[in-house]
Nanobody, 119 residues
Framework: QVQLVESGGGLVQPGGSLTLSCAAS????????VDWYRQAPGKQREVVAG??????NYADSVKGRFTISRDNAKNTAYLQMNSLKPEDTAVYSC??????????????WGQGTQVTVSS
């Protein structure tokens, strides 16, 4: 009933920028919270940024470089990533807590998008 699709990943040089999108579709009543996660090869998945109606929060490793935002009209969340470093290389995924039109709330995952920072 609900799908999340990430896009915007790719190859970028150190110091460059990328904007990831997380678009939700389906039987959506409201999107309550969105978190962006990343998982690098051989490492555990970590949360890098989150947004709710109350505000935003960031991992220390990305604070000041990444910005999370959302467009409620488009049911889409974004992750603007600036000053990218090789250590930002990972598969980035979004997780959204969504209330459907049946008034059931649960978390949904997207399929992930690869971000590679390399010269």
């Amino acid at each position: 009933q609900v799908q999340l699709v990430e896009s915007g990943g790719g190859l970028v040089q150190p110091g460059g920028s990328l904007t990831l999108s997380c678009a939700a579709s389906g039987s959506i009543f409201s999107i309550n919270a969105v978190d962006w996660y990343r998982q690098a090869p051989g490492k555990q998945r970590e949360v890098v940024a989150g947004i709710t109606s109350g505000g935003t929060n960031y991992a220390d490793s990305v604070k000041g470089r990444f910005t999370i935002s959302r467009d409620n009209a488009k049911n889409t969340a974004y992750l603007q990533m600036n000053s990218l470093k090789p250590e930002d290389t990972a598969v980035y995924s979004c997780n959204a807590v969504i209330t459907t039109r049946s008034f059931v709330s649960r978390g949904y995952w997207g399929q992930g998008t690869q971000v590679t920072v390399s010269s």
